[in-house]
């Protein structure tokens, strides 16, 4: 619960304690402006008159000083109808569109010859068949076709550089030489010892590149692959499928697009696209649905009827505008309406409302101490340890403790703010220590403590206290609620190095520390509203409103009283001196009994 107060502190989700001030002081300032009205005279005639107006008997008189027959008429139920279908929004677009000229001439153009081939074309081109052959006829592409692919395997071979060797040994003079040889001596093993000119010929060619070159091309059959691909795109229907491929507009030459081309000239035509943008307007699909309706008929009807001089005669009879309007019962009520809007009335309901107020019907505050008086109430608060001086007659300190208390030396009033004031001054004082008892001490620091263990008392409630004060690890600033005995102590907070611990203390020492939570991240340069109900067996802690700890009440604890403490358990550099403990109010709640 403390990981997400703090969260929601440091993104500025909890309320500044100025906010809860400012929301306190509201809270009274509507309590006494709504007590303030309920005393008025504008109320107390409100609440008469409208007490007299909504009386059965004045209603009674009103309605038979009304007496609504004409409401109750058929002439009245004839003309309401009338003026109902004649307000009906289809109804009077129903007219307006009939009395307009778009109306007329989309009359002609569905009556016209151009219209009626659109439709019959329209209905021929969204031919799921149609369009289909559309679709793959404008989706052909030249580029990855089986025509581009021989395109390019030919465009590849040409640009082989072995294929190209190849075809210049075929017409190369040597190689024709060899030809002649090798057909003369096909079978024959050639005699090397015995070879001529033309032999040594030969045998250079076998040995040469070219020659290899020529094995390669035929093993491979990249010539004939060439030849066939010569052979296959030369062919016209290659050539003739190849440029309609390549043509953009290849659609054009379909057997499809003279239909297409029509429909789509006759859509450009002015009148075609000024009938389709009408008819599939709203405007003629509620023409074309209240044309000859029920509704409509009975709207001719009634218009009829109520024309009738006999019908006008009956309404101006069973019509009286002025009847209850002369009466002093409509004084009545005008003057209740008046007051009902008036800003004290209006401000009256409005506190009615308001939820907040409900608190001073549930809760009863049994202190509110914002220090008005410069001088500290001792009928409240004692500038004293209660227990010491309850048991010893003065304040002690602890034996872990470096601070004595001087009573109220050390409490000081201004502005509306008491502050406990912790100084460095060198003073005499006393301690307890639980092995010896009381002993003196001579102090460097001095400081107080406030309680109301005489002054004021509570065993169930709200307590809460506005304070500020500095939070390091030498200081200590605590506010806890004692009960019948030193122990078990209730820890409203007490300061830490920057953080304030909140729990129960069962006994002194750290082994009597009971569930206490560390609340870490306050701003300690505001102030804060430290609250701890005390309802039942629980106890709940909070932070400017925001729970942030809950703990069972130890038993026996009796009644609880008040303790605000400043002290120090460490040396302090005396430029931090003097620290202020700075209390700007402090309130208790006791819930109402029924």
């Known amino acids: 619960?403390?990981?997400?107060?703090?969260?929601?502190?440091?993104?500025?989700?909890?309320?500044?304690?100025?906010?809860?001030?400012?929301?306190?002081?509201?809270?009274?300032?509507?309590?006494?402006?709504?007590?303030?009205?309920?005393?008025?005279?504008?109320?107390?005639?409100?609440?008469?008159?409208?007490?007299?107006?909504?009386?059965?008997?004045?209603?009674?008189?009103?309605?038979?000083?009304?007496?609504?027959?004409?409401?109750?008429?058929?002439?009245?139920?004839?003309?309401?109808?009338?003026?109902?279908?004649?307000?009906?929004?289809?109804?009077?677009?129903?007219?307006?569109?009939?009395?307009?000229?778009?109306?007329?001439?989309?009359?002609?153009?569905?009556?016209?010859?151009e219209l009626a081939r659109f439709y019959e074309l329209e209905k021929?081109?969204?031919?799921?068949?149609?369009?289909?052959?559309r679709k793959e006829t404008l989706a052909l592409r030249y580029k990855g076709s089986p025509e581009y692919k021989l395109r390019e395997q030919l465009q590849s071979l040409q640009k082989n550089s072995r294929l190209k060797k190849y075809y210049l040994t075929l017409e190369s003079d040597e190689y024709h030489q060899f030809l002649k040889l090798d057909e003369a001596h096909k079978g024959d093993p050639l005699n090397l010892e015995q070879e001529d000119l033309k032999v040594e010929s030969y045998r250079h060619f076998l040995k040469s590149s070219a020659y290899k070159n020529l094995l390669i091309v035929e093993q491979n059959e990249w010539q004939l692959k060439f030849e066939q691909l010569k052979f296959e795109i030369s062919t016209p229907i290659f050539l003739e499928r190849e440029a309609f491929l390549i043509n953009r507009d290849r659609y054009s030459l379909s057997a499809?697009?003279?239909?297409?081309?029509?429909?789509?000239?006759?859509?450009?035509s002015s009148d075609i696209q000024f009938?389709?943008?009408?008819?599939?307007?709203?405007?003629?699909?509620?023409?074309?649905?209240?044309?000859g309706s029920a509704a409509l008929e009975r709207l001719l009807e009634l218009r009829i009827v109520v024309q009738d001089a006999d019908f006008i005669k009956q309404v101006d009879y069973l019509k009286n505008k002025n009847r209850f309007e002369l009466t002093p019962e409509f004084e009545l009520e005008r003057t209740l309406f008046e007051l009902e809007k008036s800003e004290l009335i209006t401000t009256y309901h409005n506190l009615k409302k308001r939820t907040e107020l409900s608190f001073f019907d549930q809760w009863e505050i049994v202190v509110d101490e914002n220090f008005l008086n410069p001088k500290l109430s001792t009928s409240l608060w004692e500038a004293e340890n209660y227990w010491g001086s309850k048991i010893a007659g003065f304040s002690f300190s602890?034996?872990?403790?470096?601070?004595?208390?001087?009573?109220?030396?050390?409490?000081?009033?201004?502005?509306?703010?008491?502050s406990i004031v912790t100084r460095a001054e060198k003073t005499a004082g006393?301690?307890?220590?639980?092995?010896?008892?009381?002993?003196?001490?001579?102090?460097?620091?001095?400081?107080?403590?406030?309680?109301?263990?005489?002054?004021?008392?509570?065993?169930?409630?709200?307590?809460?206290?506005?304070?500020?004060?500095?939070?390091?690890?030498?200081?200590?600033?605590?506010?806890?609620?004692?009960?019948?005995?030193?122990f078990p102590q209730i820890d409203v907070f007490r300061s830490g190095p920057g953080k304030v611990g909140l729990g129960i203390i069962d006994k002194p020492g750290n082994g009597g520390v009971k569930n206490l939570i560390q609340i870490r991240g306050l701003n300690f340069t505001d102030f804060h509203v430290f609250r701890l109900e005390v309802l039942g067996e629980?106890?709940?802690?909070?932070?400017?409103?925001?729970?942030?700890?809950?703990?069972?009440?130890?038993?026996?604890?009796?009644?609880?009283?008040?303790?605000?403490?400043?002290?120090?358990?460490?040396?302090?550099?005396?430029?931090?001196?003097?620290?202020?403990?700075?209390?700007d109010w402090v309130r208790c709640l006791k819930r109402k009994t029924v």
Request: charged share 25%.
């Open 275 to 291: 009938y389709l943008k009408c008819v599939n307007s709203s405007s003629y699909a509620n023409y074309k649905e209240i044309n």
């Open 256 to 268: 499809d697009f003279p239909i297409y081309a029509e429909y789509t000239e006759l859509a450009k």
């Open 430 to 486: 006393k301690i307890w220590d639980p092995s010896i008892g009381l002993i003196p001490r001579n102090f460097e620091y001095s400081s107080a403590v406030l309680n109301t263990g005489n002054g004021f008392k509570f065993t169930e409630g709200v307590i809460e206290a506005k304070v500020k004060f500095r939070a390091d690890k030498a200081l200590t600033s605590a506010f806890s609620l004692t009960g019948s005995t030193p």
């Open 124 to 133: 021929f081109v969204t031919d799921p068949s149609f369009m289909q052959r």
């Open 538 to 583: 629980q106890v709940v802690w909070k932070i400017n409103n925001h729970e942030v700890h809950r703990d069972q009440l130890p038993q026996n604890m009796g009644e609880l009283f008040l303790n605000f403490i400043g002290s120090i358990h460490k040396p302090l550099n005396d430029d931090s001196l003097p620290h202020h403990f700075e209390i």
């Open 1 to 113: 619960m403390s990981l997400s107060f703090q969260l929601r502190y440091f993104l500025g989700l909890i309320p500044k304690a100025h906010v809860i001030d400012t929301a306190w002081t509201q809270l009274f300032e509507m309590r006494d402006e709504l007590v303030r009205i309920e005393a008025s005279q504008e109320l107390a005639r409100y609440r008469e008159l409208k007490l007299q107006v909504q009386s059965d008997d004045f209603q009674r008189n009103k309605l038979e000083i009304i007496n609504l027959r004409f409401k109750d008429s058929d002439q009245f139920h004839l003309l309401n109808e009338l003026v109902t279908l004649e307000k009906l929004k289809p109804i009077r677009d129903y007219f307006k569109f009939s009395d307009s000229i778009i109306c007329q001439k989309v009359n002609s153009i569905s009556e016209s010859n």
């Open 398 to 418: 602890q034996a872990t403790e470096l601070q004595a208390y001087q009573g109220d030396k050390n409490i000081e009033i201004n502005n509306q703010v008491l």
